[in-house]
């Protein structure tokens, strides 16, 4: 019997607002997030404050900050909220700023969101080492960075506390145009498997939070202009639809919550299943030189 049905995709997300878990989940605990001043971190971050958190967002860029703390401080039931610019490359600087959470807060991080992230599409035979060393860096190094610096704490003070790492699917897959950013995010979801396992005796959860395609005003340029090529960005996902970045900051949420303290050493995947379509009839090859608009390699030109 076959059915007449046209697919519909998968239903739309609850308004902004919304939220599986009971109000005040949140209250007396503090929240950290890279990369929280634009995009997907500063969405994850308004999640955990319309639960009560405080929240310190962080940045390396000081004019992101002051617009994402007044939003997020003007959310009901938001603790009290706090930015700092930190290139997570710098672990001094880290140190610094993990400092400034205890003074301003009276404690570590509850909560720590790894979402900063570097990236720019390029085919790997054009891949400087010193572009290489900066997506790797901030990718991967400072994430690790980060995340030592809230492991010692919270060793050192023996208190619970909980890592979420954002990555990408193609940590699994490789990313054709993306060889550094592919290799870090690589990196990242192993440290969240090796330190789920080194931290739980202590009462460290570390996971892993992949989000898909969901359009916000901070994406890559790569991104933003795939975004405009495409006639319909809705129909490219298996969902019929694009994600809303509040949906990853619920995944968020729940990830770092007390119904969540036997989930660890896991990467959880937001996009619809996106990553995981495959077509019954492969499409042919098109070299990324060509995706990209690049002529053929000239080992002169640089």
Known sequence: MTSSRAPHGLPAPPPTGASALPPGTYDDRLVLVTGGGTGLGRAIAAEFARLGAAVMIVSRKAGHLAPAREELASIEGAGPVTAATCDIRDAGRISEVFDAAAAAHGRPPDVLVNNAAANFPVPAEELSPN???SVVDITLNGTFFMTREFGRRHLAAGTPGSVIAVGASYAWTGGPGFAHSAAAKAGVKNLVETLAVE???YGIQVNGLVPGLMPHEDMTADIRSGLDRAEDPDARQP???????RELGWAATFLASPY????SGHTLVVDGANWQRRDLVNAPVTPVREQLGRGPFDAGSG
């Open 131 to 133: 572009g290489w060393r």
């Open 199 to 201: 931290w739980g005796p």
């Open 239 to 245: 969902a019929l639809r694009v994600g809303a970045p």
């Open 260 to 263: 969540a303290r036997f989930v």
